[in-house]
T-cell receptor, first 116, second 114 residues
């Protein structure tokens, strides 16, 4: 039971480089999310996707783009990485809909990104 | 907008003691869920306990229980007979942020001393 899988687990980038964080879930969830975690800041929502084909900005979207490739996959792209994007990134998913309003999020293991 | 406040950045207790982590929140919703997540050094986010706001009975999961005060918008987590494996960051969360995502507090770092 894989749940939510994100890759890579660790990445070091130089300022200005680009990269994509991949996320996939096998729980048939319709909603997916990207959060970033910084010390003393908790988890902050970057982007989310309520369903296949839709994406929306969260609290801290600047410098990021996302793609909901299909129901399973939701990727996060940094086009030109900056040191301020050094963080731990979490992908999460949930099942939304009538009768399923518990809103529990299931998380991947996180990706630690360092931008030099 | 929903807000979640955890006023204790760090706490330290001895093994086997009972500890309570505090959380206050603000929401305009009337029917909602509240969550406590645990993040051990492995970084994995683990759901500890969930409370349904329309239920008056406080949720309990083994050594973990909550004190939910809806009128005061308070949702504290009590850990009984604390164990070394309880050392972790603990996050309080409630629905918010779009597409039924969650808004998180800034976390409490709990250290269980041997």
């Amino acid at each position: 039971n894989a749940g939510v899988t994100q890759t890579p687990k660790f990445q070091v980038l130089k300022t200005g480089q680009s990269m994509t964080l991949q996320c996939a879930q096998d729980m048939n969830h319709n909603s997916m999310y990207w959060y970033r975690q910084d010390p003393g800041m908790g988890l902050r929502l970057i982007y989310y996707s309520a369903s296949e084909g839709t994406t929306d900005k969260g609290e801290v979207p600047n410098g990021y783009n996302v793609s909901r490739l299909n129901k399973r996959e939701f990727s996060l792209r940094l086009e030109s990485a900056a040191p301020s994007q050094t963080s731990v990134y979490f992908c999460a998913s949930s099942l939304r809909g009538i009768g399923t309003s518990t809103r529990e999020l299931f998380f991947g293991e996180g990706s630690r990104l360092t931008v030099l | 907008a929903q807000t979640v406040t955890q006023s204790q950045p760090e706490m330290s207790v001895q093994e086997a003691e009972t500890v309570t982590l505090s959380c206050t929140y603000d929401t305009s919703e009337n029917n909602y869920y509240l969550f406590w997540y645990k993040q051990p050094p492995s970084r994995q986010m683990i759901l500890v306990i969930r409370q349904e706001a329309y239920k008056q009975q406080n949720a309990t999961e083994n050594r973990f229980s909550v004190n939910f005060q809806k009128a005061a918008k308070s949702f504290s987590l009590k850990i009984s007979d604390s164990q070394l494996g309880d050392t972790a960051m603990y996050f309080c969360a409630l629905p918010g942020g779009g597409a039924d995502g969650l808004t998180f507090g800034k976390g409490t770092h709990l250290i269980i001393q041997p």
